[in-house]
Protein backbone atom coordinates (compact mmCIF):
# COMPACT_ATOMS: atom_id res chain seq x y z
CA UNK A 1 0.00 0.00 0.00
CA UNK A 2 1.24 3.61 -1.03
CA UNK A 3 0.57 6.49 0.92
CA UNK A 4 -0.02 9.95 -1.01
CA UNK A 5 -1.06 13.30 0.98
CA UNK A 6 -3.79 16.02 -0.67
CA UNK A 7 -3.94 19.70 0.55
CA UNK A 8 -5.99 22.63 0.22
CA UNK A 9 -3.72 23.95 -2.85
CA UNK A 10 -1.63 26.97 -1.42
CA UNK A 11 0.96 28.36 -3.02
CA UNK A 12 2.54 29.81 0.53
CA UNK A 13 2.22 26.34 1.44
CA UNK A 14 4.33 23.84 -1.14
CA UNK A 15 6.91 22.87 1.46
CA UNK A 16 4.34 20.52 2.97
CA UNK A 17 5.05 18.19 -0.32
CA UNK A 18 8.53 18.49 0.69
CA UNK A 19 7.78 17.54 4.33
CA UNK A 20 5.31 14.57 3.32
CA UNK A 21 8.45 12.99 1.26
CA UNK A 22 10.79 13.76 4.24
CA UNK A 23 7.82 11.17 5.97
CA UNK A 24 8.15 8.77 3.66
CA UNK A 25 4.85 9.68 1.17
CA UNK A 26 4.79 8.19 -2.44
CA UNK A 27 2.71 10.88 -3.81
CA UNK A 28 1.46 14.69 -3.72
CA UNK A 29 -2.18 15.24 -5.23
CA UNK A 30 -2.77 19.08 -5.93
CA UNK A 31 -5.91 19.99 -6.17
CA UNK A 32 -7.19 22.48 -9.34
CA UNK A 33 -10.14 24.68 -7.74
CA UNK A 34 -9.33 28.38 -8.96
CA UNK A 35 -11.72 29.92 -7.08
CA UNK A 36 -11.32 28.35 -3.91
CA UNK A 37 -7.47 28.16 -3.55
CA UNK A 38 -3.98 28.89 -5.16
CA UNK A 39 -3.44 27.97 -9.07
CA UNK A 40 -2.38 24.15 -8.77
CA UNK A 41 0.32 24.34 -11.77
CA UNK A 42 2.09 26.84 -9.78
CA UNK A 43 2.59 24.89 -6.22
CA UNK A 44 3.32 21.86 -8.25
CA UNK A 45 5.95 24.18 -9.95
CA UNK A 46 7.96 24.83 -6.75
CA UNK A 47 7.53 21.15 -5.40
CA UNK A 48 8.80 19.98 -8.48
CA UNK A 49 12.24 21.93 -8.27
CA UNK A 50 12.16 21.29 -4.50
CA UNK A 51 11.95 17.75 -4.25
CA UNK A 52 13.76 14.01 -5.34
CA UNK A 53 11.65 11.51 -4.94
CA UNK A 54 7.94 11.72 -4.31
CA UNK A 55 5.86 11.63 -7.22
CA UNK A 56 3.60 14.84 -8.50
CA UNK A 57 0.43 15.67 -9.80
CA UNK A 58 -3.20 16.85 -9.97
CA UNK A 59 -5.79 15.83 -7.95
CA UNK A 60 -8.13 16.36 -9.33
CA UNK A 61 -7.85 18.73 -12.39
CA UNK A 62 -11.11 19.89 -13.43
CA UNK A 63 -12.42 19.09 -17.11
CA UNK A 64 -14.26 22.20 -17.38
CA UNK A 65 -12.42 24.90 -16.60
CA UNK A 66 -9.18 24.20 -19.10
CA UNK A 67 -9.08 23.25 -22.13
CA UNK A 68 -7.53 20.15 -22.72
CA UNK A 69 -4.56 21.43 -24.66
CA UNK A 70 -3.67 23.71 -22.21
CA UNK A 71 -3.80 20.51 -19.27
CA UNK A 72 -1.67 18.98 -21.19
CA UNK A 73 1.14 21.23 -21.82
CA UNK A 74 0.78 22.64 -18.18
CA UNK A 75 1.63 19.15 -16.48
CA UNK A 76 3.82 18.36 -19.55
CA UNK A 77 5.61 21.58 -18.16
CA UNK A 78 5.56 19.79 -14.77
CA UNK A 79 7.36 16.85 -16.02
CA UNK A 80 10.32 18.86 -17.28
CA UNK A 81 10.68 20.03 -13.75
CA UNK A 82 10.85 16.66 -11.92
CA UNK A 83 11.20 14.48 -15.24
CA UNK A 84 9.32 11.02 -14.65
CA UNK A 85 7.79 11.43 -11.31
CA UNK A 86 4.69 13.59 -12.75
CA UNK A 87 1.18 12.25 -13.27
CA UNK A 88 -2.23 13.70 -13.97
CA UNK A 89 -5.14 13.49 -12.31
CA UNK A 90 -8.35 14.34 -14.22
CA UNK A 91 -12.42 14.74 -13.54
CA UNK A 92 -15.35 16.06 -14.33
CA UNK A 93 -14.47 19.53 -12.26
CA UNK A 94 -17.47 18.71 -9.90
CA UNK A 95 -16.09 21.57 -7.12
CA UNK A 96 -14.52 24.24 -9.52
CA UNK A 97 -18.11 23.97 -11.75
CA UNK A 98 -20.59 23.49 -8.52
CA UNK A 99 -18.67 26.92 -6.33
CA UNK A 100 -19.35 28.85 -9.80
CA UNK A 101 -23.25 27.77 -10.10
CA UNK A 102 -22.28 25.86 -13.20
CA UNK A 103 -22.57 22.50 -14.06
CA UNK A 104 -19.90 19.87 -14.54
CA UNK A 105 -18.86 18.09 -17.42
CA UNK A 106 -20.94 15.45 -18.80
CA UNK A 107 -19.80 12.03 -19.74
CA UNK A 108 -19.30 12.37 -23.26
CA UNK A 109 -17.48 15.73 -22.79
CA UNK A 110 -14.70 14.17 -20.63
CA UNK A 111 -14.55 10.97 -22.32
CA UNK A 112 -13.41 13.34 -25.38
CA UNK A 113 -10.86 15.41 -22.82
CA UNK A 114 -8.95 12.18 -21.63
CA UNK A 115 -9.10 11.31 -25.99
CA UNK A 116 -6.92 14.52 -26.55
CA UNK A 117 -5.15 14.81 -23.39
CA UNK A 118 -3.81 10.75 -24.13
CA UNK A 119 -2.92 11.69 -27.89
CA UNK A 120 -1.06 15.02 -27.21
CA UNK A 121 0.67 13.73 -23.97
CA UNK A 122 2.20 10.66 -25.86
CA UNK A 123 3.57 13.28 -28.96
CA UNK A 124 0.69 12.72 -31.08
CA UNK A 125 -1.08 15.20 -33.63
CA UNK A 126 -5.05 14.59 -33.10
CA UNK A 127 -8.16 16.44 -34.43
CA UNK A 128 -9.32 19.02 -32.28
CA UNK A 129 -12.38 20.63 -31.91
CA UNK A 130 -12.93 23.85 -30.75
CA UNK A 131 -16.29 25.71 -30.77
CA UNK A 132 -17.24 23.77 -33.56
CA UNK A 133 -13.79 24.59 -35.50
CA UNK A 134 -12.04 21.17 -35.79
CA UNK A 135 -8.27 21.42 -36.73
CA UNK A 136 -4.92 19.27 -36.43
CA UNK A 137 -3.05 19.98 -33.06
CA UNK A 138 0.03 19.03 -31.88
CA UNK A 139 2.68 20.45 -29.93
CA UNK A 140 5.65 22.05 -31.37
CA UNK A 141 9.63 22.59 -31.05
CA UNK A 142 9.78 19.93 -29.21
CA UNK A 143 13.33 19.78 -30.32
CA UNK A 144 13.48 22.44 -27.48
CA UNK A 145 12.34 21.35 -24.69
CA UNK A 146 9.65 23.27 -23.44
CA UNK A 147 7.85 20.18 -22.24
CA UNK A 148 8.87 16.90 -21.42
CA UNK A 149 6.73 14.03 -23.13
CA UNK A 150 9.70 11.70 -23.38
CA UNK A 151 9.04 10.55 -19.80
CA UNK A 152 5.26 9.29 -19.59
CA UNK A 153 2.60 11.10 -17.71
CA UNK A 154 -0.06 8.38 -16.68
CA UNK A 155 -3.19 9.71 -16.67
CA UNK A 156 -5.75 8.92 -13.77
CA UNK A 157 -9.61 9.74 -13.75
CA UNK A 158 -11.42 10.79 -10.36
CA UNK A 159 -15.00 9.06 -10.27
CA UNK A 160 -17.29 7.77 -7.64
CA UNK A 161 -20.41 7.28 -10.59
CA UNK A 162 -20.74 4.08 -12.56
CA UNK A 163 -20.46 4.97 -15.79
CA UNK A 164 -17.16 7.43 -15.16
CA UNK A 165 -15.82 4.55 -13.22
CA UNK A 166 -16.17 2.27 -16.55
CA UNK A 167 -14.24 5.10 -18.38
CA UNK A 168 -11.88 4.85 -16.03
CA UNK A 169 -10.81 1.16 -16.68
CA UNK A 170 -11.84 1.43 -20.49
CA UNK A 171 -9.41 4.67 -21.08
CA UNK A 172 -6.75 5.60 -18.02
CA UNK A 173 -3.80 4.53 -16.33
CA UNK A 174 -5.64 4.82 -13.15
CA UNK A 175 -8.45 5.60 -10.78
CA UNK A 176 -9.32 8.04 -7.77
CA UNK A 177 -12.12 7.46 -5.70
CA UNK A 178 -13.67 9.47 -3.12
CA UNK A 179 -14.26 6.91 -0.19
CA UNK A 180 -13.30 5.34 2.83
CA UNK A 181 -15.71 2.33 2.69
CA UNK A 182 -15.17 -1.13 1.65
CA UNK A 183 -18.70 -2.01 0.93
CA UNK A 184 -18.74 0.97 -1.80
CA UNK A 185 -15.86 0.19 -2.93
CA UNK A 186 -16.53 -3.60 -3.84
CA UNK A 187 -19.21 -1.73 -6.10
CA UNK A 188 -16.65 0.48 -7.43
CA UNK A 189 -14.58 -2.69 -8.81
CA UNK A 190 -17.34 -4.06 -10.30
CA UNK A 191 -18.06 -1.16 -12.27
CA UNK A 192 -14.31 -0.52 -13.47
CA UNK A 193 -13.62 -4.41 -14.51
CA UNK A 194 -17.17 -3.39 -16.53
CA UNK A 195 -14.56 -0.95 -18.29
CA UNK A 196 -11.77 -2.58 -18.78
CA UNK A 197 -13.68 -5.57 -20.64
CA UNK A 198 -14.84 -3.23 -23.19
CA UNK A 199 -11.55 -2.44 -23.87
CA UNK A 200 -10.14 -5.69 -23.56
CA UNK A 201 -8.19 -4.70 -20.81
CA UNK A 202 -6.58 -6.47 -18.16
CA UNK A 203 -5.98 -4.14 -15.12
CA UNK A 204 -2.93 -5.52 -14.02
CA UNK A 205 -0.05 -3.94 -11.54
CA UNK A 206 0.39 -1.09 -13.96
CA UNK A 207 -3.12 0.38 -12.95
CA UNK A 208 -2.82 2.68 -10.22
CA UNK A 209 -5.98 2.56 -7.78
CA UNK A 210 -6.13 5.81 -5.16
CA UNK A 211 -8.83 6.34 -2.50
CA UNK A 212 -8.69 9.87 -0.90
CA UNK A 213 -10.67 10.63 2.46
CA UNK A 214 -9.42 12.20 5.59
CA UNK A 215 -8.42 10.68 8.83
CA UNK A 216 -7.17 10.61 12.31
CA UNK A 217 -4.95 8.50 14.56
CA UNK A 218 -7.40 7.73 17.64
CA UNK A 219 -5.31 7.58 20.74
CA UNK A 220 -6.43 5.01 23.57
CA UNK A 221 -9.70 5.25 24.59
CA UNK A 222 -10.07 8.27 22.60
CA UNK A 223 -14.08 8.24 21.17
CA UNK A 224 -15.35 9.87 17.80
CA UNK A 225 -16.89 12.76 19.69
CA UNK A 226 -13.19 14.29 20.38
CA UNK A 227 -12.91 17.72 19.70
CA UNK A 228 -9.38 17.10 18.61
CA UNK A 229 -10.93 14.08 16.01
CA UNK A 230 -13.57 17.09 15.09
CA UNK A 231 -10.94 19.31 14.08
CA UNK A 232 -9.05 16.71 11.90
CA UNK A 233 -11.91 15.03 10.14
CA UNK A 234 -14.82 17.93 9.91
CA UNK A 235 -13.67 19.53 6.67
CA UNK A 236 -13.92 15.98 5.08
CA UNK A 237 -17.56 15.12 6.46
CA UNK A 238 -18.71 18.42 5.44
CA UNK A 239 -17.30 18.06 1.91
CA UNK A 240 -19.42 14.64 1.81
CA UNK A 241 -22.81 16.84 3.66
CA UNK A 242 -22.35 19.13 0.23
CA UNK A 243 -22.31 16.99 -1.75
CA UNK A 244 -25.26 14.60 -0.79
CA UNK A 245 -27.31 17.76 -0.71
CA UNK A 246 -26.47 18.70 -3.95
CA UNK A 247 -27.67 15.16 -5.07
CA UNK A 248 -30.66 15.55 -2.59
CA UNK A 249 -31.44 18.79 -4.23
CA UNK A 250 -30.77 17.99 -8.00
CA UNK A 251 -32.27 14.29 -7.39
CA UNK A 252 -35.64 15.60 -6.42
CA UNK A 253 -35.34 15.72 -3.01
CA UNK A 254 -36.18 12.42 -2.42
CA UNK A 255 -36.17 10.96 1.16
CA UNK A 256 -34.16 7.90 0.05
CA UNK A 257 -30.85 10.47 -1.46
CA UNK A 258 -30.41 11.36 2.15
CA UNK A 259 -27.29 9.07 3.59
CA UNK A 260 -28.65 7.55 6.79
CA UNK A 261 -25.58 8.92 8.65
CA UNK A 262 -27.12 12.34 7.83
CA UNK A 263 -30.72 11.36 8.61
CA UNK A 264 -30.52 12.79 12.33
CA UNK A 265 -29.43 16.67 10.98
CA UNK A 266 -30.56 16.98 8.21
CA UNK A 267 -33.74 18.66 8.65
CA UNK A 268 -31.76 21.27 10.81
CA UNK A 269 -28.66 21.16 7.76
CA UNK A 270 -31.66 22.63 5.52
CA UNK A 271 -32.79 25.37 7.62
CA UNK A 272 -29.18 26.47 7.11
CA UNK A 273 -28.75 25.90 3.38
CA UNK A 274 -32.51 27.83 3.60
CA UNK A 275 -30.60 31.31 4.92
CA UNK A 276 -27.99 31.15 2.13
CA UNK A 277 -28.89 33.98 -0.65
CA UNK A 278 -30.98 32.44 -3.19
CA UNK A 279 -28.77 33.85 -6.45
CA UNK A 280 -25.70 32.55 -4.94
CA UNK A 281 -26.16 29.60 -2.40
CA UNK A 282 -23.29 27.62 -4.25
CA UNK A 283 -21.06 29.99 -2.86
CA UNK A 284 -21.97 30.05 0.97
CA UNK A 285 -22.35 25.53 0.47
CA UNK A 286 -18.57 25.64 -0.77
CA UNK A 287 -17.16 28.18 1.83
CA UNK A 288 -14.25 26.54 3.79
CA UNK A 289 -15.06 23.03 1.35
CA UNK A 290 -12.27 20.65 1.78
CA UNK A 291 -10.11 23.57 3.53
CA UNK A 292 -11.90 24.28 7.17
CA UNK A 293 -14.89 23.22 8.72
CA UNK A 294 -16.96 25.94 9.15
CA UNK A 295 -17.98 27.09 13.04
CA UNK A 296 -21.94 26.73 12.23
CA UNK A 297 -21.18 23.24 10.71
CA UNK A 298 -19.70 21.46 13.47
CA UNK A 299 -22.76 20.49 14.88
CA UNK A 300 -23.16 18.48 11.89
CA UNK A 301 -20.35 16.52 12.31
CA UNK A 302 -21.72 13.15 13.92
CA UNK A 303 -20.10 10.19 14.99
CA UNK A 304 -21.78 7.97 12.36
CA UNK A 305 -20.40 10.37 9.80
CA UNK A 306 -16.58 10.59 10.80
CA UNK A 307 -16.90 6.75 10.58
CA UNK A 308 -18.39 6.68 7.38
CA UNK A 309 -16.73 8.95 5.37
CA UNK A 310 -13.22 9.07 7.19
CA UNK A 311 -10.42 6.65 8.11
CA UNK A 312 -10.42 7.19 12.00
CA UNK A 313 -9.30 4.40 14.42
CA UNK A 314 -6.46 3.83 16.59
CA UNK A 315 -3.63 2.52 15.04
CA UNK A 316 -4.53 -1.56 14.36
CA UNK A 317 -7.83 -0.92 13.09
CA UNK A 318 -6.60 1.68 10.78
CA UNK A 319 -3.96 -1.09 9.95
CA UNK A 320 -7.01 -3.50 9.24
CA UNK A 321 -8.52 -1.35 7.39
CA UNK A 322 -5.97 -0.48 4.96
CA UNK A 323 -5.37 -4.16 4.40
CA UNK A 324 -8.72 -4.98 3.67
CA UNK A 325 -8.76 -1.55 0.86
CA UNK A 326 -5.77 -3.15 -0.20
CA UNK A 327 -7.59 -7.12 -0.27
CA UNK A 328 -10.22 -5.06 -2.85
CA UNK A 329 -7.93 -3.71 -5.22
CA UNK A 330 -6.77 0.12 -4.05
CA UNK A 331 -2.81 0.83 -4.43
CA UNK A 332 -2.98 3.66 -2.47
CA UNK A 333 -4.59 6.00 0.07
CA UNK A 334 -4.42 9.92 -0.23
CA UNK A 335 -5.06 11.53 2.92
CA UNK A 336 -6.88 14.93 2.83
CA UNK A 337 -7.32 16.76 5.62
CA UNK A 338 -8.03 20.25 6.83
CA UNK A 339 -5.88 22.81 6.06
CA UNK A 340 -4.91 23.92 10.15
CA UNK A 341 -3.61 20.24 10.68
CA UNK A 342 -2.44 18.87 7.41
CA UNK A 343 1.33 18.58 9.22
CA UNK A 344 -0.18 16.27 12.01
CA UNK A 345 -2.48 14.30 10.16
CA UNK A 346 0.34 13.02 7.82
CA UNK A 347 3.17 13.06 10.78
CA UNK A 348 0.46 10.25 12.83
CA UNK A 349 0.06 8.27 10.12
CA UNK A 350 3.41 8.17 9.01
CA UNK A 351 5.14 7.22 12.32
CA UNK A 352 1.81 5.04 13.75
CA UNK A 353 0.24 3.23 10.17
CA UNK A 354 2.58 3.72 7.36
CA UNK A 355 5.11 0.74 8.72
CA UNK A 356 2.84 -2.03 8.77
CA UNK A 357 2.36 -1.72 5.34
CA UNK A 358 4.93 -1.38 4.16
Same mark, same amino acid.
Given at each position: ?????MFATHIGNWDVIRYAEELGYD?? #???????? #??????????????? !??????????????????????????????????????? *?????????? *???????????????????????????????????? /? !????? %??????????????? @????? !???????????? #?????????? @????????? /??? @????????????????????????????????????? *???????????? $?MWLFGGKKDALIPACFANIWE??? !?????????? #?????? %??????????????????? /?????????????????????????? $? /??????????????????????????
Amino acid at each position: MEFGIMFATHIGNWDVIRYAEELGYDRA #WVPDSHMI #WSDCYATLALAAVNT !KRIRLGTGIAGAGTRIAPVTAHSIASINRLAPGRVFLGI *GSGHTSMRVM *GQSFVSLPELREYVRVLRALLAGEEIDYDYRGNTRA /I !KFLHR %DRHFIDLDHPIPIYL @AANGP !KAIELAGETCDG #WISSTASAHD @ARGFFEHLR /IGA @AKRGRALGAGFHTTFVTAGCVLRPGEKLTSERVIDET *GSQVACNLHLNY $EMWLFGGKKDALIPACFANIWEDYL !KRVERFPKDS #WYQYLY %DGHCTFLQPEERRFITPAA /IAEYTLTGEPDELIARLRAMEALGFN $E /ITLLPPDDYGRKVYRDFAEQVMPALR
